[in-house]
């Protein structure tokens, strides 16, 4: 089975940083492209960040600059390094394989 595990959030000031990370399993992470996509309740989902198998990487404009998206295909993990926080990137951050059929389950980022 596809498995995707968020894990690395947190309660952060603003200025600071978090990094997530992603693990994968059930299928060959090379072969695909992974992203992630943050979400508020009540609101739509808001893609982030993605990085293709080549590791051609791709930041929306609220994040460009301050978060850097990698992968370890050795270890079928991808990362998220967040830096200088702000509080409207407080959200549930959701690992995601294009094309979004797998989500994980997702990991509070809370910046305050």
């Known amino acids: 089975d596809v498995q995707l595990v968020e894990s690395g959030g947190g309660l952060v000031q603003p200025g600071g940083s978090l990094r997530l990370s992603c693990a994968t399993s059930?299928?060959?992470?090379?072969?695909?492209?992974m992203g992630w996509i943050r979400q508020n309740p009540g609101k739509a989902p808001e893609w982030v960040s993605a990085?293709?198998?080549?590791?051609?990487?791709y930041y929306a404009d609220s994040v460009l600059g301050r978060f850097t998206i990698s992968r370890d295909n050795a270890r079928n993990t991808m990362y998220l390094q967040m830096d200088s926080l702000k509080p409207e990137d407080a959200a549930v951050y959701y690992c995601?394989?294009?094309?979004?059929?797998?989500w994980g389950q997702g990991t509070q980022v809370t910046v305050s």
């Open positions: 995601v394989r294009w094309p979004l059929d797998y």
């Open positions: 059930g299928f060959t992470f090379d072969d695909y492209a």
């Open positions: 990085i293709n198998s080549g590791g051609t990487v």
